[in-house]
Structure formats: structure tokens, C-alpha cells
């Protein structure tokens, strides 16, 4: 059973740090494309970032780009997202997921994580 954990939430201020984990199981982490998602109140889920599990260069949405890194630990089986320069605009409930294959858009993906929530305030 595929299983992808989030942790490392929280609260912050504007301009400060978090690093987001997510934690994959029941799947081997090859060939997969690892996203990361975040869903603001009242709005769509939307795209942040993604990275190819074997290796290559990784894609940023614009509003993350230049702030946010996206990694992954492939012997933990690990997904990371270190946000930095924290804005009260990046508030949302960021989630997990992973896809099958080529990494070539950030659309349908298959697995999704609980969500780890991200509040930064002013």
C-alpha cells in the first residue's frame, strides 16, 4: 500500500524557513515523479514543485521559484521541500504526491499524502 507522509509544517513569520518531509513507503522509489502541491482556503490546489526520483534536474512553479528547493534522500525514500523568504501568501496545506513515470508536466498524479499545513504570518 503506497503511503506518502507529511511533516515539518508550522508557523512562522514572513521571511522565515521551513523544510517540509515526505516520507514515501510501499512503493519503490524509482521511475516515480515526486510533486509537491499546496491548497490555500477557498482556492484550487496548485502545483509548487517537482523532481524526477532517478535524478535530473528539478521544475518550480513561479511563486516558489528562487525561494524554494525541492530535494529528495532516495536511500530514506524521502521527498523534501525547503522553503525560505516565507511570505503570508505561501499559507496553504501542502501535500505530497507521486506518479508513475515522466516527469514531464505536474499533472495527474496518482498518490497523494495527508497534507502538512503551513501558516506564516506577518
Known amino acids: 500500500q503506497v503511503q506518502l507522509v507529511e511533516a515539518g509544517g508550522g508557523s512562522v513569520q514572513a521571511g522565515g524557513s521551513l523544510r517540509l518531509s515526505c516520507a514515501a513507503s510501499?512503493?519503490?522509489?524509482?521511475?516515480?515523479?515526486m510533486g509537491w502541491f499546496r491548497q490555500a482556503p477557498g482556492e484550487e490546489r496548485a502545483w509548487v514543485a517537482r523532481?524526477?526520483?532517478?535524478?535530473?534536474?528539478?521544475y518550480y512553479a513561479a511563486s516558489g521559484k528562487g525561494r524554494f528547493t525541492i530535494s529528495q534522500d532516495n536511500a530514506k525514500n524521502t521527498l523534501y521541500l525547503q522553503m525560505a523568504i516565507l511570505k503570508p501568501e505561501d499559507t496553504a496545506m501542502y501535500y505530497c504526491?507521486?506518479?508513475?513515470?515522466?516527469?514531464?508536466?505536474?499533472?495527474?498524479?496518482?498518490?497523494w499524502g495527508q497534507g502538512t499545513q503551513v501558516t506564516v504570518s506577518s
Open positions: 523532481i524526477y526520483s532517478d535524478g535530473g534536474a528539478p
Open positions: 504526491a507521486a506518479k508513475f513515470g515522466a516527469c514531464s508536466d505536474q499533472y495527474q498524479y496518482t498518490y
Open positions: 510501499g512503493f519503490t522509489y524509482r521511475r516515480y515523479c
